[in-house]
């Protein structure tokens, strides 16, 4: 997994938010890079699991 | 007159059939308790007293005039406030939705558990957007657990769990997105019903993760479990699998169990370990068995729950994420940042891994694991201490529960004692659409007396006595 400090962590949340418009409050820095931080190595987990070629994606959930 | 108010869904339902008490008696005795015993526990968040009675008198008069008022007649019950109930604010456990209009219609199970003649008195509380296990809500307060009112009752279906633990209702409805059902029927000590994904409605039920959302129950015992079900599904033309769950068909010892091993080991304290083996040494032959990969079961029902929360709150989070809890608010931030590749990739493992776990249904009718890793932690508890780590309490609430949900699983959370005295659950996993077998193990196990609701001890939470808050809400 890529190892990044603090300010390296911050600086692509924010960047990440500001694509989806989000203005992320210095308030809010701290906590939601806390959760990033935990939602990444999960992330990292299954990114890193090779997937037999069979598997397809899921269909669309019912509403 | 008190007493009717505590007793299960079938006595009550006889009772008011045969008219040996009137439907308006039971629903009154039940909202009179409520009112002495939730100042404590604060389970509700709206008590329906006019529309209740209403309702009541309907019952009443049609079985004055001889005509049948349904199989749950006269039945209080609640609902999570994340369903819809007509005239009333749809809140999920938020500020945010104060200010939405009333809701039109009830949901759908709503409806249909009215029509077999039940009665709703009110809403329960539950953690902001069911996002969460514990129920410490800074809108709505802390549901405390009736068997130690220090303790959290669960969540996100806490007011739903420690409504029925109290035996305030009988039948409670909650919604299972990652476990929100399975963990507060453990840490309360009673039964919880989460169903296939898709088998109960969710119109009407404010979403959560539409990918994982489910609706659940709760009762304190496996038949009222199975009756509300019943009244909830839709037609069914395999008739005789209504029948098998209340009709105790199903023997311990004629079922294939799996005990599952590996990740369903790990964690676990010795106490939740030893109710999980209790369970399956009541079945013949049980064989330890592993799901592959559970591990990565749960990390991407993290992901994919992150994700798709995070984006159904979007707008709200750009415009006035002040007014989330605080705790939500940064986990849906999060989630609406995660790269879209992990999400395919996540919904793309969910299909492998349904289908490994399928092929061990080949080899057994039910899978056991424990549905928690400790009993109730104490409110504001912040991690649990085990085997020399120290875990984050509240995300690993959900430790056993996620990996079945993820693929959607029908399952009963059933009530096991522990030697510490407060309750733990073990789930009683069956392959999809096979509720009845779940909720057959579950009434087999409950004549043998293995799995049973822990029974509440008023003076559990008298007032006098000091109610510890750590942090708490």
């Known amino acids: 997994m890529i190892a990044l400090d603090e300010a390296e962590k911050g600086a692509f949340v924010r960047l990440a938010a500001k694509a989806i418009d989000l203005d992320l409050r210095q308030e809010f820095l701290f906590p939601v890079l806390q959760n990033f931080d935990i939602l990444a190595t999960h992330a990292h987990a299954v990114m890193a699991f090779t997937i037999p070629d069979d598997a397809r994606p899921e269909p669309e959930p019912k509403s | ?473």
């Not at chain 2, 389970?43 to 079985?63: G, H, K, N, Q, Y």
């Not at chain 2, 790990?266 to 330890?288: C, I, M, P, S, T």
């Not at chain 2, 790269?339 to 990739?345: L, S, T």
């Open chain 2, 1 to 473: 007159m008190n007493e009717i108010a505590t007793q299960d869904a079938a006595t009550i339902a006889r009772a008011v059939r045969q008219g040996q008490v009137k439907a308006v008696d039971v629903v009154r005795a039940t909202l009179a308790r409520i009112r002495v015993i939730d100042v404590r526990l604060k389970c509700f968040t709206r008590l329906l007293d006019d529309e209740a009675e209403s309702d009541a008198r309907v019952v009443d008069a049609m079985i004055a005039r001889g005509e049948d008022p349904g199989e749950l007649a006269g039945v209080p019950f609640g609902v999570k406030n994340l369903f819809d109930v007509a005239g009333v604010t749809t809140l999920a456990g938020s500020k945010i939705l104060r200010d939405r209009k009333v809701a039109q219609h009830d949901a759908t199970v709503i409806q249909r558990l009215r029509a077999a003649g039940a009665i709703l008195v009110g809403t329960l509380n539950m953690d902001e957007f069911a996002y969460g296990f514990s129920t410490e809500n800074e809108h709505y307060g802390v549901t405390r657990n009736p068997h130690d009112p220090e303790r959290i009752a669960g969540g996100s279906s806490g007011g739903s769990a420690a409504a029925v633990a109290a035996r305030l209702l009988p039948i409670t409805l909650g919604s299972d997105t990652n476990g929100s059902v399975r963990v507060p029927a453990a840490l309360c000590g009673i039964y919880g019903l989460k169903p296939t994904y898709d088998r109960l409605s969710r119109d009407g039920l404010f979403p959560f993760v539409n990918s994982f959302d489910h609706v659940g129950l709760f009762a304190s015992t496996p038949q009222d479990l199975a009756c509300a079900y019943e009244m909830m599904r839709d037609p069914d033309p395999a008739a005789e699998r209504r029948a098998d769950a209340r009709s105790g068909r199903f023997a311990t010892d004629g079922l294939r169990v799996g005990l599952l091993g590996g990740w369903f080991e790990q964690h676990a304290g010795e106490g939740v370990l030893d109710a999980v083996r209790k369970v399956a040494n009541a079945f013949d032959g049980a064989e330890r068995v592993e799901l592959p990969h559970a591990d990565l079961a749960r990390s991407a029902a993290f992901c994919i729950t992150a994700a798709e929360s995070g984006s159904l709150h979007l707008e709200n989070l750009r415009c006035r994420p002040e007014d989330f809890d605080h705790a939500t608010r940064a986990r849906f931030l999060a989630g609406a940042l995660l790269p879209a590749e992990v999400v395919i990739k996540a919904q793309r493992f969910r299909s492998w891994f349904r289908g490994q776990v399928d092929a061990i249904f080949d080899r057994y009718d039910i899978l056991l694991a424990p549905a928690t890793l400790c009993s109730a932690p104490r409110i504001g508890q912040q991690s649990v201490y085990h085997d020399g780590a120290i875990l984050p309490v509240r995300a690993n609430l959900g430790l056993y529960t996620q990996p079945i949900s993820f693929i959607g699983l029908p399952v009963v959370s059933a009530p096991v004692a522990s030697d510490g005295g407060m309750p733990l659950g073990v789930q009683i996993i069956a392959r999809q659409w096979r509720e009845d077998i779940a909720l057959g193990a579950a009434a087999a196990l409950a004549r043998k007396g293995v799995v049973a609701a822990k029974a509440f001890d008023a003076n559990m939470i008298s007032t006098d006595k000091p109610v510890f808050v750590e942090g708490g809400a």
